[in-house]
């Protein structure tokens, strides 16, 4: 059971003429990171929703371990939303609590150490961080769970260059051989160099699934220029 | 000595070189013990399987050795140490000469620039 994430013939219909997500077939390896790239609006949140459990297919089935997607897949499955669903009147320190509370396998160790190292306060509350801090907390709390399948959608959106660096290094320092993060993002240039593979998808569309030694090998540019020829406007 | 990438080759193979230049140089010295995989791959900030790949290209030319129960050691036969780090000038001098003819100057000029050049400092 090599495969972590497989799609079966999958489509998503927000509206019912155009299908926001249709994949005849996709395979994700364990232990890789995967980095899920495509223009605005081509499917990377629909797709990342529907492997966590928040949206059901219309059509065709997500596996997560060989299991399909639902409560069972729920503890294998590590969730950065784009947005924050936290409550920002708690402290970090409260929602560590939470965590581990709510999942069997968040470990507060990490977390603390995490925090401890990024300079971010456990006793602060939520609103009074900024944008980016925001964002370095939440990816904490998720990259702290033991899990197998960590899908991030868009984590360093709102960060500063130097806290990207920081971020990146968490997220290869802090996944394990077994599992897999699958990273959503537009910034391609900042993360290519701590991928394994690429999905490009369009439209709803699988462009192309391919690791990113070989389109460097077989193109001779960066994941980010193939990227912009591929869908150049 | 500064982990940078350029974008139009695989990474692991720029890896494999500069671990090579750093062994030539003695950053890394022979029969020492490489950091971890993880230690380097956070370092360089790449991937950590990138990072294995590229030791594993070491190992198969015999720069690099693992011992099952104690890591990894650069290779103590100073030889084959000598030996890259010639294959690693000459390329070096080899992409030099193709620029300076880029400018237009035979080898010959090249070689006499260079030893002006270099009396002068």
Redesign the interface.
């Known amino acids: 059971m090599d495969h972590i994430l497989e799609c079966r013939g999958v489509s998503k219909n927000y509206l019912a003429q155009i299908p926001a997500l249709n994949f005849t077939n996709l395979t994700v390896n364990r232990g890789r990171i995967v980095g899920l790239l495509g223009p605005n609006g081509s499917g990377k949140t629909t797709l990342i929703k529907m492997a966590s459990g928040i949206l059901t297919p219309t059509s065709g089935s997500i596996l997560i371990n060989g299991v399909p997607v639902g409560p069972d897949t729920k503890n294998m499955v590590s969730y950065l939303p784009e947005r924050t669903y936290l409550n920002d009147w708690m402290k970090v320190r409260d929602i560590i609590q939470f965590f581990t509370d709510f999942y069997q396998n968040f470990n507060p160790e990490k977390a603390y150490d995490m925090l401890g190292r990024l300079n971010i306060n456990p006793d602060d509350r939520l609103k009074t961080m900024s944008k980016g801090t925001k964002e370095k907390v939440q990816l904490i709390l998720v990259m702290s769970r033991e899990a197998d399948l960590y899908l991030l959608d868009e984590p360093i959106g709102g960060v500063d260059p130097a806290a990207r660096d920081y971020i990146l290094d968490t997220i290869i320092s802090n996944y394990s051989e077994n599992s897999t993060v699958m990273i959503s993002t537009h910034l391609i240039y900042d993360i290519e160099k701590v991928l394994d593979d690429v999905i490009f998808i369009n439209q709803g569309n699988l462009v192309l699934a391919s690791s990113v030694d070989d389109i460097r090998e077989k193109q001779g540019k960066s994941i980010d220029a193939y990227f912009r020829e591929v869908f150049r406007c | 000595m500064k982990w940078e990438?350029r974008?139009?080759?695989?990474?692991?193979s720029q890896l494999v070189e500069q671990i090579q230049r750093r062994i030539v140089s003695g950053s890394f010295p022979a029969g020492s013990k490489l950091p971890s995989v993880?230690d380097l791959?956070?370092e360089a900030?790449?991937?950590?399987?990138?990072m294995q790949?590229a030791f594993a290209e070491l190992e198969r030319i015999g720069l690099v050795y693992s011992q099952r129960t104690s890591g990894r050691f650069i290779t103590e036969d100073q030889t084959k140490i000598e030996t890259i780090k010639d294959e690693l000038a000459s390329e070096k001098i080899g992409e030099f000469f193709t620029q300076m003819k880029e400018l237009g100057f035979s080898q010959q000029d090249t070689i006499r620039l260079i030893s002006k050049t270099s009396k002068e400092e």
Do not use: E, G
């Open positions: 990438f974008d139009d080759r695989p990474i692991y993880r791959a956070s900030s790449v991937n950590p399987n990138t790949k």
